[in-house]
C-alpha cells in the first residue's frame, strides 16, 4: 500500500471532530492504529472510533486537556500502555507542550506533526495573538527537527487553510472560495490526506518544513 502504516502507532490530539478527526481516520485507513484524543466531547471521540473500526481501522479514545501538562504526560502515558511504542504524533491542538512530550516519547525514525495555519502568510485583522502563536510553532518545528535529526525523526509543520469545518463562519466561506484557485474552500479530507503523506516512509526526506495545505490562496 501506497503511504503504508501498517504496524505504526499514532496519537492524533483534538481528533473527535474535524480536521483532527479527518487525519485520525487517513491515518487509520493506512493501517496505523490510532489514539483519538478528546478534552469533554466523549460521545464525538467514541464516534470517530466506531467510523475507524467499522472500516477496518483500529482506534482508541482517550480523554486528556492539552492544556494541561499533567495530562499530556497522561495521555502519552495511555497510548503506550494500550498501544505499544508511539511513532506518530500529530500535534492538532496543544502544539507547545504536546510537541515537547512528543520528542521524548516518539520512536526513533518515528514522524511529528504540528498542525498550523495558513494564516501566518496573510495579515487578518484582529488575529494577532492567535496568528503569533501559530508562528511561534512553525518556529518549534524548525528548532526540533534540527534536535531529533540524528534520530531520524522527521519535524514538520502543516498549515491548513479555509477548510470546511464549525471553526469556519458561514458569512465567510463564499470569499474564502474564491481566494482558491479551485473556487472552493477545503475538505478535512483534503488536510488529512497530506497528514498521512507526512507521517509515512515517502516522506523521510522532509523535515523543519511548513506545508502549505491551503488549495492555493496566498
Known amino acids: 500500500m501506497y503511504h503504508s502504516l501498517e504496524g505504526k502507532i499514532a496519537l492524533v490530539t483534538g481528533s473527535s471532530r474535524g480536521i483532527g478527526r479527518a487525519i485520525a481516520e487517513g491515518l487509520a485507513a493506512h493501517g496505523a492504529a490510532v489514539v483519538v484524543n478528546y478534552v469533554g466531547n466523549e460521545k464525538a471521540a467514541q464516534e470517530a472510533v466506531a467510523a ?7 482506534a482508541v479514545a482517550i480523554q486528556a486537556d492539552i492544556s494541561s ?7 502519552f502515558d495511555e497510548t503506550e500502555k494500550q498501544m505499544g511504542a508511539i511513532d506518530i504524533v500529530v500535534a492538532n491542538v496543544g502544539v507547545a507542550v504536546t510537541l515537547q512530550e512528543a520528542a521524548r ?4 525514525g518515528g514522524r511529528i506533526i504540528a498542525v498550523s495555519t495558513g494564516g501566518t502568510k496573510m495579515f487578518f485583522t484582529q488575529t494577532a495573538l492567535y496568528l503569533g502563536s501559530k508562528g511561534a510553532v512553525e518556529q518549534f518545528v524548525r528548532v526540533l527537527s534540527r534536535e531529533l535529526g540524528p534520530r531520524s525523526v522527521t519535524v514538520n509543520a502543516l498549515s491548513p487553510g479555509f477548510t470546511d469545518t464549525d471553526l469556519l463562519p458561514q458569512r465567510d466561506r463564499a470569499i474564502a472560495a474564491g481566494m482558491s484557485p479551485f473556487g472552493r474552500i477545503g ?17 523521510r526526506w522532509l523535515t523543519g518544513e ?3 495545505a491551503g488549495g492555493g490562496v496566498a
Open 52 to 58: 475507524i473500526r467499522e472500516n477496518g481501522g483500529k
Open 69 to 75: 501538562v499533567s495530562d499530556i504526560r497522561r495521555l
Open 210 to 212: 511548513n506545508i502549505q
Open 187 to 203: 475538505a478535512p479530507r483534503d488536510v488529512a490526506d497530506v497528514a498521512v503523506f507526512l507521517a509515512s516512509d515517502e516522506a
Open 105 to 108: 516519547r516518539v520512536r526513533d
